[in-house]
């Protein structure tokens, strides 16, 4: 039983260039979490889906940045014109149900802007 | 208020050392309570669920305390393997749905 997939574990981008990071759940699991940890500092929520819904995104800045959970495939969180600002690491996590059980993490994209 | 709050540390002991954490919530109707521990630009990773009986797995012990909404966590004869960030992990409602809240987490460094 495969755990959380995100790829790529690397990623470098160039300043306005757009950055796509995937997270692919634990079978069975229909939650995604999505957290941004810049350097030394602690995990950021940035957004909660189900299967095609956003349920809170309320950690998302409101400009760049959007996230998708569609019914096939994996979630995407997506960054457009990106900034030096952006480059952090972004873990995403699954769990089977509504925020009362667990959450398993991925190894996380590390994302970086040049 | 933040929703879950802990001491972010560093805290640093010698080996060997009993050490606790606490870690308060705001949500009086949070059901689930879990520690996590991450380290170094790794993923977090679940040490162990908080039961309202308090519960213990080897050197370490999780208690829960409603009434005053706050958890802890006691690590005893601390290990160098012990030294990471540890999570306070609490779910909270959110447009009808429960989510899990992270604390920013708190700090464990030991030396020899």
């Known amino acids: 039983n495969a755990g959380v997939m995100q790829n790529p574990r690397h990623l470098v981008r160039r300043r306005g260039q757009e950055a796509r990071l995937r997270c692919s759940p634990m079978?069975?699991?229909?939650?995604v979490y999505w957290y941004r940890q810049l350097p030394e500092e602690g995990l950021k929520f940035m957004v909660y889906?189900?299967?095609?819904?956003?349920?809170?995104e309320s950690g998302m800045p409101k400009e760049r940045f959007s996230a998708e959970f569609p019914k096939e495939g994996p979630s995407i969180l997506r960054i457009q014109q990106v900034v030096r600002g952006d480059s952090a690491a972004y873990f995403c996590?699954?769990?089977?149900?509504?925020?009362?059980?667990?959450?398993?993490f991925g190894q996380g994209t590390r994302l970086t802007v040049v | 208020r933040k929703e879950v709050e802990q001491d972010p540390g560093p805290f640093n002991v010698p080996e060997g050392a009993t050490v606790a954490f606490n870690c308060t919530y705001s949500?009086?109707?949070?059901?689930?309570f879990f520690w996590y521990r991450q380290d170094c630009r790794k993923e977090p990773k679940l040490l162990m669920s908080?039961?309202?009986s308090g519960n213990e797995d080897g050197r370490f012990t999780a208690q829960l305390n409603r009434a005053s909404q706050y958890i802890s966590l006691l690590i005893r004869d601390s290990k160098l393997s012990d030294s990471a960030t540890y999570l306070c992990?609490?779910?909270?409602?959110?447009?009808?749905?429960?989510?899990?809240?992270f604390g920013a987490g708190t700090r464990l460094a030991v030396h020899p």
């Open positions: 996590a699954s769990s089977p149900l509504t925020g009362v059980t667990e959450a398993f």
């Open positions: 079978k069975g699991h229909s939650h």
């Open positions: 889906l189900q299967k095609e819904n956003i349920i809170d």
């Open positions: 949500n009086s109707a949070s059901q689930s």
């Open positions: 908080v039961y309202s």
């Open positions: 992990v609490v779910n909270g409602a959110s447009g009808g749905y429960n989510k899990l809240i």
